[in-house]
């Protein structure tokens, strides 16, 4: 059974920073591309970032490039979010997303709440 | 980026009716290769995670009632739930996976009458 475990969320203050991580059990996480997406209070979904399975190749929208920078780890099975620089807007729910063939199976999320 | 918007925004329904959910895309997700639709929809129920129902346009996940019907082509699509269950009220987006980055709709609420 697929298990993604995200810790690291909490209260931080605008500019600020704070690293999110995701434990993946249950499958072969070197073989596949992991996703950070969010979903702000009441709102859509939202791509945050996305890895391929070495790792080498990083992709994020806009709206976060230059602060935040996804990483992985394949022998500990985990992926990272660094968030720097963090503003209000970044309120949201984080979940972490195994893609397989375009599709997402997903955690059971990880509240981020930036506010002073 | 491909636009997707779904219709309506919210719904309320009884036990028992069935409901359609609209999906429509700003450009084409049928793939000629595999001559297939890339698009999917998830399931959220309050409180929790999003969850795959539908993948390639009508194929159900592992596990899905088949009260859960999805269909459409190229850039329009629909999401049918026949006699919804008090368990199905829930959020529901479609998303796709024709090119990236891989875009979501707004999402459709469903709710009790």
């Known amino acids: 059974e697929v298990q993604l475990v995200e810790t690291g969320g909490g209260l931080v203050q605008p500019g600020r920073s704070l690293k999110l991580s995701c434990v993946a059990s249950g499958f072969t996480f070197s073989s596949y591309w992991m996703y950070w997406i969010r979903q702000a209070p009441g709102k859509g979904l939202e791509w945050v970032s996305s890895?391929?399975?070495?790792?080498?190749?990083?992709y994020y929208p806009d709206s976060v490039k230059g602060r935040f920078t996804i990483s992985r780890d394949n022998a500990e099975n985990t992926v990272y979010l660094q968030m720097n620089s963090l503003r209000s807007e970044d309120t949201a729910t984080y979940y972490c997303a195994k893609e397989i063939f375009g599709v997402f199976y997903w955690g059971q999320g990880v509240m981020v709440t930036v506010s002073s | 980026d491909i636009v997707m918007t779904q219709s309506p925004s919210s719904l309320a329904v009884s036990a028992g009716e069935t409901v359609t959910i609209n999906c429509k895309s700003s450009?084409?997700?049928?793939?000629?290769?595999?001559?297939?639709?890339?698009l999917a929809w998830y399931q959220q129920k309050p409180g929790q995670s999003p969850k795959l129902l539908i993948y390639?346009?009508?194929t159900r996940e592992s596990g899905v009632p088949d009260r859960f019907i999805g269909s459409g082509s190229g850039t329009d699509f629909t999401l049918t739930i026949s006699s919804v269950q008090a368990e199905d009220l829930a959020n529901y987006y479609c998303q796709q996976y024709y090119d990236t980055p891989y875009t979501f709709g707004a999402g459709t609420k469903l709710e009790l009458k």
């Open positions: 450009q084409s997700l049928f793939g000629s290769v595999r001559q297939k639709n890339y």
């Open positions: 890895i391929n399975t070495d790792g080498g190749s990083t």
């Open positions: 390639l346009a009508s």
